[in-house]
């Protein structure tokens, strides 16, 4: 099982970036799946979650600005990201809690990262 982030980038204060990640490999099931970052010098915060059956949850200093979406069909995972601030600058990172083709068991599985800079 593989995942591949994409859409990191520079963006100025207050614009808007959208983050995907598409799991790949030989999947029978994914469950949770969402997004983590991680700032230089802080831990690992999560920034937003989605069930399978599209049960969200929000860090509280994202909620109202950030929107996590996944495409079943398409085993992707997308953070629409509006109204960026600076503190929101880190690394961002996919994950999906997913069970593979013969496994009786899900394990969580990391993306590698994408960079995240609000500057003007």
């Known amino acids: 099982v593989q995942l591949q982030a994409s859409g990191g980038g520079l963006v100025q204060p207050g614009g808007s970036l959208r983050l995907s990640c598409e799991v790949s490999?030989?999947?029978?099931?994914?469950?949770?799946m969402g997004w983590y970052r991680q700032a230089p010098g802080k831990q690992r915060e999560l920034v937003a979650t989605i069930s399978r059956g599209g049960r969200t949850v929000y860090a509280d200093s994202v909620k109202g600005r950030f929107a996590v979406s996944r495409d079943n069909a398409k085993n992707t995972v997308y953070v629409q990201m509006n109204s960026l601030k600076p503190e929101d600058t880190a690394v961002h990172y996919c994950?999906?809690?997913?069970?593979?083709?013969?496994?009786?068991?899900?394990?969580?599985?990391w993306g590698q990262g994408t960079q995240v800079t609000v500057s003007s």
């Open positions: 490999g030989s999947i029978f099931r994914i469950n949770d």
């Open positions: 994950y999906a809690d997913a069970q593979a083709m013969g496994v009786r068991y899900s394990l969580v599985y």
